[in-house]
């Protein structure tokens, strides 16, 4: 039986190349939370139920999502040994029950 894939572009696959059109896709996220309030990341967990395992975050940063101007972050991890780019948004103020959404960016199909 074949492995399902995780299909956003790999960081490595961006390099050099012409960026692609891509989309959000909100995702479920287990994460832990250390004493100083650093999120780290554990799994995601796609909408149809397929769930990865993140093997390692190389990098966090601050980023402003999506080019809307949004806060969150930009973390990048290690999931089947490739390197993928997972980003925390804060959620609009106006949601009270709402702190943030984690989301991945999935290349969109070229047009011909």
């Known amino acids: 039986m074949a492995k399902p894939t995780f299909s956003t572009p790999s960081?490595?696959?961006?390099?050099?190349?012409?960026?692609?059109?891509?989309?959000?896709?909100y995702v479920k996220v287990n994460s832990d939370f250390d004493p100083t309030g650093y999120i780290l990341p554990r799994a995601i967990t796609w909408e149809d139920?397929?769930?990865?395992?993140?093997?390692?975050?190389?990098?966090?940063?601050p980023a402003a999502c999506y080019r809307q101007g949004v806060e969150g972050?930009?973390?990048?991890?290690?999931i089947r040994g490739e390197e993928r780019r997972l980003f925390f948004e804060?959620?609009?103020?106006?949601?009270?029950?709402?702190?943030?959404?984690?989301?991945?960016?999935?290349?969109l199909p070229e047009a011909n």
């Open 11 to 25: 960081v490595s696959a961006l390099k050099g190349a012409r960026p692609p059109r891509l989309k959000k896709v």
């Open 49 to 61: 139920g397929r769930t990865f395992k993140i093997e390692a975050v190389k990098d966090f940063r």
């Open 90 to 107: 804060w959620a609009d103020s106006a949601f009270a029950n709402r702190i943030a959404r984690w989301y991945v960016e999935v290349a």
């Open 73 to 78: 972050a930009c973390y990048t991890i290690m």
